[in-house]
């Protein structure tokens, strides 16, 4: 089983910067994948950034530049630096750990960007 714990959401003014913090616990294979996503009531859960072991990268175009994922292997945590914040960043962001055909979620933390 695999948890993962989330930090580091808040209120911050537009413009504004925050850093996600997610760290994982378990068993793990070697090869995973982990990620951020978001999800406001009115819109389906969207990828906004992952990183693979090895560093690959990935975004979401309404993010690409402003936002910056990172991961630190041994402790098996990834990060997500977010600068320049809008208010349409709102959202509650759940870190995502995908390896193999089993996916992890935790438990989300609320980002709210104020105008």
């Known amino acids: 089983q695999v948890k993962l714990v989330e930090s580091g959401g808040g209120l911050v003014q537009a413009g504004g910067s925050l850093r996600l913090s997610c760290g994982a616990s378990?068993?793990?294979?070697?090869?995973?994948?982990m990620g951020w996503y978001r999800q406001t009531p009115r819109k389906q859960r969207e990828l906004v950034a992952t990183?693979?072991?090895?560093?690959?990268?990935n975004y979401a175009d309404s993010v690409e530049g402003r936002f910056t994922i990172s991961g630190d292997n041994a402790k098996n945590t990834v990060y997500l630096q977010m600068d320049s914040l809008k208010p349409e960043d709102t959202s509650v962001y759940y870190c995502?750990?995908?390896?193999?055909?089993?996916?992890?979620w935790g438990q989300g933390t609320q980002v709210t960007v104020s105008s």
């Open positions: 990183i693979t072991r090895v560093g690959t990268t």
């Open positions: 995502k750990l995908a390896m193999g055909p089993d996916v992890y």
């Open positions: 378990g068993r793990f294979y070697n090869r995973y994948e």
